[in-house]
């Protein structure tokens, strides 16, 4: 009968720890970047992206060949228009 004791102590030992862990990383995280984030959306400089979802980068920093394609991307349809530049991919 002596193990469930012991069991349970280093179970709860256990989740104090990693929530100790969790906890602190946050307090870190969000004492480090202080000045560097914003809560407010009218700070943030504009910005064009493109999200691809299944493009990837690879490892070198090269971009993979969906992305090195603006029309594979799914951003040709903007570059058609009359007169304007389509988007870049950087």
Known sequence: MRR???LSK???SGAFLLVLV???SNAY???STEGES???IADVASAQVAIVPGALVQ???KMSAMLADPRAAGV???ADREGE???RLR
């Open 59 to 61: 490892p070198n920093g």
């Open 4 to 6: 469930w004791p012991r």
């Open 29 to 31: 995280v969000l004492l």
């Open 76 to 78: 040709g349809a903007v």
């Open 10 to 12: 280093a179970a709860i």
């Open 38 to 40: 914003t809560g407010n």
């Open 85 to 87: 530049e389509g988007p």
């Open 22 to 24: 969790v906890v602190g």
